[in-house]
């Protein structure tokens, strides 16, 4: 045999192997093929081309493990049971660029499922090379690196936490501020899974300097990067008023509020929580928020889009009200009464009338004249109706309940309260003959003072 024919052996089986991986990463692509392949005991075949001679057989190997990893928690946890992430981890430091691409796709494929998954990826020592990958020259590795990271962060805070020890959060800001917009995407989305979980892990991306960077990225065109900036603020601003202080003073308004009218759903979502997230903690936060016109932004958002969009939008008008009477009125002026009591009418999410019934409470709660404005929208019917429907969940009646009583007892309006009088069960009638008393008892004992007469004190 001639050394070409022997030559011509080895040549036949590295393009087997090459067929091989190429195949079963593009069949890995189609849901219904994954069974047959895992029965087939493909994860066994793939080990050893990981570390095969050739670079491109070793690519297609992580490729291909990476769509099956990205299945199902069961594949995923074939790749941790049969020993394939440290060789991924070995060679994320020494290979090419093109299979550092690779193997961070498996690291985020198996991270993704659960915590239990993320953390054999943390206990193999990923997370230091994932680290070093942030500063590749390759931009492509670095936003495959913390596509990985990402999905370690967002389980839990012991995992966000060991992200951070790995010291990835500096890198990360500094990857927000790179030419490629899917690089700041991602990275701004990983800077809010961080900041999520504690007080203390969003302390950390602030001391980084992110939300300087953050904020001026609210300008930004791209409709993606914009949503999970503003999540990330929203992330930073949940915890404390400190924090929410700090994201405030990076000047977000009165720019964010241009996000509230954009035509993507998402970001007026997002926008509309980030509002939320500041006005909850302090009077002074939400009356920074009125006088930069947040609320009328909110409101005219919640007119212009439906159900779970809606959400935070209703809220955040709820924590205004629910923080002084002048807050209160400052809703009630904006025309938020009318537009919340449409919430709680038209949407079919209990969840959603809840959240209405409840900020309709928080403004109606303060005086006779919040009441009435609340009342004259005749919401105090359609409130009393969810209360009393077996259909409405538990949430969304405790809610109506309260609502109803928050405005019964500040409401003089007599009009309003008529119906309640043949309609509304003892324990909200009991309200309803209250304020009648507040209201014509003392008129009573003028009339009858006025005609000299004398009232009976005996029942």
């Not at 920074?288 to 809606?310: P, T």
């Not at 009435?372 to 409405?392: D, F, G, W």
């Not at 009339?447 to 004398?454: D, H, I, L, V």
Request: aromatic share 6%.
């Amino acid at each position: 045999m001639s050394q070409r024919q022997v030559l011509q052996v080895f040549e036949q089986y590295q393009k087997a192997r090459s067929q091989f991986v190429q195949m079963v990463a593009e069949l890995a692509t189609r849901p219904q093929n994954i069974e047959t392949l895992q029965n087939a005991g493909v994860m066994s075949l793939l080990r050893p081309l990981l570390l095969d001679v050739v670079p491109t057989i070793q690519q297609t190997a992580a490729l291909a493990l990476g769509r099956l990893a990205n299945y199902n928690d069961d594949l995923a946890e074939a790749v941790v049971k049969g020993d394939i992430l440290p060789q991924l981890v070995y060679s994320l430091a020494e290979q090419n660029r093109f299979y550092k691409k690779a193997a961070a796709f498996v690291l985020r494929a198996v991270g993704k499922h659960s915590p239990q998954l993320a953390q054999a990826i943390v206990d193999c020592g990923a997370l230091d090379t994932l680290v070093i990958c942030l500063e590749d020259f390759d931009p492509g590795v670095k936003e495959a690196a913390v596509w990985a990271l990402g999905y370690i962060a967002r389980h839990n805070a012991e995992l966000s936490q060991a992200v951070v020890d790995a010291g990835a959060v500096p890198l990360l800001v500094l990857c927000i501020q790179e030419p490629e917009i899917a690089l700041k995407r991602i990275a701004a989305s990983v800077l809010s899974d961080i900041s999520k979980h504690s007080p203390e892990l969003a302390q950390t991306v602030v001391d980084a300097g992110a939300i300087a960077y953050l904020a001026q990225m609210i300008l930004n065109p791209d409709s993606k990067l914009k949503r999970q900036v503003l999540s990330a603020l929203s992330q930073v601003a949940k915890h404390s008023v400190d924090l929410a202080e700090m994201v405030v003073e990076a000047e977000i308004f009165p720019v964010v509020l241009t996000c509230l009218k954009d035509k993507d759903e998402y970001m007026k979502k997002n926008a509309s929580t980030l509002i939320r997230e500041i006005a909850k903690h302090t009077p002074e936060l939400s009356q920074l928020i009125v006088n930069a016109g947040g609320v009328a932004a909110v409101i005219d958002c919640i007119g212009s889009c439906k159900g779970n969009i809606r959400l935070p939008g209703i809220m955040m008008l709820g924590y205004v009200a629910a923080h002084s009477e002048n807050l209160a009125m400052a809703v009630i002026i904006s025309k938020g009464v009318p537009q919340l009591s449409v919430c709680l009418s038209e949407e079919p999410e209990d969840h959603i009338k809840a959240a209405a019934a409840w900020a309709l409470g928080q403004i109606g709660r303060h005086t006779p004249e919040h009441a009435r404005a609340v009342a004259v929208t005749n919401t105090l019917p359609v409130l009393l109706s969810l209360y009393m429907s077996a259909e409405s969940s538990e949430d969304l009646q405790i809610k109506s309940k309260k609502a109803i009583k928050n405005i019964l007892q500040k409401c003089t309006y007599l009009p309003a309260l008529e119906p309640f009088l043949y309609d509304a069960p003892p324990n909200i009638l009991k309200h309803v003959v209250g304020q009648f008393s507040k209201v014509l008892f003392p008129w009573i004992f003028r009339y009858a003072s006025a005609e000299g007469g004398q009232l009976s004190t005996t029942y």
